[in-house]
């Protein structure tokens, strides 16, 4: 049975860094994403990692560029998402992706998902 797990989310002010992990069981993906979501508001892209080979590929939103960093390792089967100099726009509850194929920024083409974990940025 395929799980993911957030975790790493909370409180911080504007400016502070945060970690996300996530943690897959089950299988091992070709692509894991983080997407996020703010009241009201659709699911966004955030971040995708993929990798063939030894050669991984990334992609960010715009608004996170720069911000964040993903990763992934893959003995532990575990992504992470470094979030740096954050702001009070990318409070949200950061979700965990994973589907078979390449990295997309297409939340609908991602098979599982995790829970959430709850990301929010005081002024």
């Known amino acids: 049975q395929v799980q993911l797990a957030e975790s790493g989310g909370g409180l911080v002010q504007a400016g502070g860094s945060l970690r996300l992990s996530c943690a897959a069981s089950?299988?091992?993906?070709?692509?894991m994403g983080w997407f996020r979501q703010a009241p009201g508001k659709e699911r966004e892209f955030v971040a995708t990692i993929s990798w063939t080979m030894k050669t991984y590929y990334t992609d960010y939103a715009d608004s996170v560029k720069g911000r964040f960093t993903i990763s992934r390792d893959n003995a532990k089967n575990m992504v992470y998402l470094q979030m740096n100099s954050l702001k009070p726009e990318d409070t949200a509850v950061y979700y965990c992706?994973?589907?078979?194929?390449?990295?997309?920024?297409?939340?609908?083409?991602?098979?599982?998902w995790g829970q959430g974990t709850q990301v929010a940025v005081s002024s």
């Open positions: 089950g299988r091992t993906f070709y692509a």
């Open positions: 992706a994973a589907r078979s194929y390449g990295g997309s920024q297409n939340p609908k083409l991602y098979d599982y």
